[in-house]
């Protein structure tokens, strides 16, 4: 199964910072970037994503599943 590739984007807004996984897109040497997952203020990604690294399993989104990330 090959890898999608993907990152983390950080994005400040309304004095918060969020955070997403997403995907850039190369068309016509323009890149453009599609959100795949929003994990949420940076407080709660970082809960967050600490939830899946020990209970990976039970922890992961299925929606990232179904998109191929695992």
Same mark, same amino acid.
């Given at each position: 199964?090959?890898?999608? $590739?993907? !990152?983390? #984007? @950080?994005?400040?807004? /309304? +004095? ?9 897109? /190369? #068309?016509? /040497? %323009?890149? #453009?970037?599609?959100?795949?997952? %929003? @994990? ?6 970082? +809960?967050?994503?600490?939830?899946? %690294? *020990? *209970? @990976?399993?039970?922890? !992961? $989104? $299925? +929606?990232? #599943? *179904? /998109?191929?990330? *695992?």
């Amino acid at each position: 199964m090959g890898q999608i $590739p993907g !990152f983390l #984007k @950080f994005v400040l807004a /309304k +004095e918060r910072r969020y955070v997403y996984l997403a995907v850039a897109e /190369k #068309k016509n /040497k %323009r890149v #453009k970037t599609h959100i795949v997952y %929003r @994990f949420g203020s940076l407080e709660t990604a970082l +809960e967050t994503m600490y939830g899946m %690294r *020990d *209970d @990976f399993e039970n922890c !992961f $989104p $299925p +929606e990232l #599943k *179904d /998109k191929g990330y *695992d």
